[in-house]
């Protein structure tokens, strides 16, 4: 989705173009049905899947059929707990034709699914030499943001609160000061629960934000879908605007100048 | 003959690596194999014989975020 104000606001991921900033997953939705038309409606152009054991009693069609082609593709490493296993799986998601993306998830920490930093920049290095479009979720952090950076990471992915959680921007604070330094785009991963959060996240400098529980779990996730799409939109565009500077005391926005106490 | 798939041992027949997909009831257009731990590719799949103690995985692609 894009306006006239945006329309040659374009995000760069490597050398890969997107136009939209709304980035989407593939998790927890009741029917798979409902993924192509969320993703008409939400514009979004890159959305998740992960890979796992074939489970031979479930009979259903595996995701990717659910994903129309004009979609790009984002595998996930989630379930590798060291920097070896995202890239045994970012290796097996390239050649089952998934194209060069990769998001690293390198989780060791079940209770709140943090990630580990340490091996998230082991994976990123090893991918990113291998030719991969390497997108990191990490943890916001300043000294990783550059390592991440330096190690040939395409962009990075900071959460905004625990996957899953609807808890919004808790990492606020950090979040602010690695959009201030990162040189790689930054999507806000995790956590975002409403669209007034992603609009958030985009108004503060964010180029884009991953949104798939608050989507997949609406009541409603075509409609939820377009819902963010909007709000990433006017965050995006609020950004381009530089809106004004909060201030402390009232400054009046009418004359208040004028005939009734002369 | 008994192999490890994932992660279960298993008795198989099946000359090749192909075969024994289809044996046991998975869907070879969607699958994707990996013997002892090598990703085969699909063209490669009936050239891969099978043998005792061989550890396979069979993955797809499932939603995730």
Same mark, same amino acid.
């Given at each position: 989705?894009?306006?006239?104000?945006? %329309?040659?606001?374009?995000?760069?991921?490597?050398?890969?173009?997107?136009?939209?900033?709304?980035?989407?997953?593939?998790?927890?939705?009741?029917?798979?049905?409902?993924?192509?038309?969320?993703?008409?409606?939400?514009?979004?152009?890159?959305?998740?899947?992960?890979?796992?054991?074939?489970?031979?009693?479930? @009979?259903?069609?595996?995701?990717?059929?659910?994903?129309?082609?004009?979609?790009?593709?984002?595998?996930?490493?989630?379930?590798?707990?060291?920097? %070896? %296993?995202?890239?045994?799986?970012?290796?097996?998601?390239?050649?089952?034709?998934?194209?060069?993306?990769?998001?690293?998830?390198?989780?060791?920490?079940? @209770?709140?699914?943090?990630?580990?930093?340490?091996?998230?920049?082991?994976?990123?290095?090893?991918?990113? @030499?291998?030719?991969?479009?390497?997108?990191?979720?990490?943890?916001?952090?300043?000294?990783?943001? @550059?390592?991440?950076?330096?190690?040939?990471?395409?962009?990075?992915?900071?959460?905004?609160?625990?996957?899953?959680?609807?808890?919004?921007?808790?990492?606020?604070?950090?979040?602010?000061?690695?959009?201030?330094?990162?040189?790689?785009?930054?999507?806000?991963?995790?956590?975002?629960?409403?669209?007034?959060?992603?609009?958030?996240?985009?108004?503060?400098?964010?180029?884009?934000?991953?949104?798939?529980?608050?989507?997949?779990?609406?009541?409603?996730?075509?409609?939820?879908?377009?819902?963010?799409?909007?709000?990433?939109?006017?965050?995006?565009?609020?950004?381009?605007?530089?809106?004004?500077?909060?201030?402390?005391?009232?400054?009046?926005?009418?004359?208040?100048?004028?005939?009734?106490?002369? | 003959?008994?192999?490890?798939?994932?992660?279960?041992?298993?008795?198989?027949?099946?000359?090749?690596?192909?075969?024994?997909?289809?044996?046991?009831?998975?869907?070879?257009?969607?699958?994707?194999?990996?013997?002892?731990?090598?990703?085969?590719?699909?063209?490669?799949?009936?050239?891969?014989?099978?043998?005792?103690?061989?550890?396979?995985?069979?993955?797809?692609?499932?939603?995730?975020?």
């Amino acid at each position: 989705m894009s306006t006239r104000e945006t %329309e040659n606001d374009t995000l760069y991921f490597g050398d890969v173009a997107f136009s939209s900033r709304l980035l989407t997953g593939t998790g927890k939705f009741a029917s798979r049905d409902i993924i192509a038309p969320m993703l008409e409606a939400s514009g979004s152009e890159l959305i998740t899947v992960a890979l796992r054991r074939v489970d031979p009693d479930a @009979k259903e069609k595996d995701i990717l059929q659910y994903i129309p082609k004009s979609v790009r593709i984002l595998p996930n490493t989630s379930g590798a707990r060291t920097a %070896e %296993e995202a890239v045994r799986i970012a290796r097996i998601a390239r050649e089952a034709g998934c194209g060069n993306f990769i998001k690293i998830e390198v989780i060791t920490d079940m @209770k709140y699914l943090l990630p580990d930093n340490a091996g998230t920049l082991k994976a990123t290095e090893i991918l990113a @030499k291998e030719g991969f479009i390497v997108l990191p979720y990490m943890m916001p952090d300043i000294t990783v943001t @550059k390592q991440l950076h330096d190690a040939g990471a395409a962009a990075i992915m900071p959460l905004g609160s625990p996957i899953g959680t609807n808890r919004g921007l808790e990492m606020k604070a950090m979040l602010k000061r690695i959009i201030e330094i990162s040189k790689l785009p930054v999507v806000v991963d995790a956590g975002i629960g409403r669209p007034s959060q992603a609009a958030e996240a985009m108004e503060m400098g964010a180029d884009a934000v991953l949104v798939n529980t608050a989507i997949a779990t609406s009541h409603d996730p075509v409609m939820a879908g377009k819902a963010f799409a909007l709000a990433v939109q006017a965050g995006r565009m609020a950004r381009l605007a530089q809106m004004a500077e909060e201030k402390e005391y009232a400054d009046a926005s009418s004359p208040l100048t004028g005939f009734l106490r002369q | 003959m008994h192999i490890i798939l994932n992660g279960e041992q298993t008795a198989s027949n099946s000359p090749n690596l192909h075969a024994m997909i289809v044996e046991k009831g998975f869907d070879p257009d969607t699958v994707i194999a990996e013997v002892n731990f090598q990703l085969i590719k699909k063209t490669d799949w009936e050239q891969t014989s099978l043998h005792e103690g061989d550890t396979v995985e069979l993955l797809s692609f499932v939603g995730g975020g």
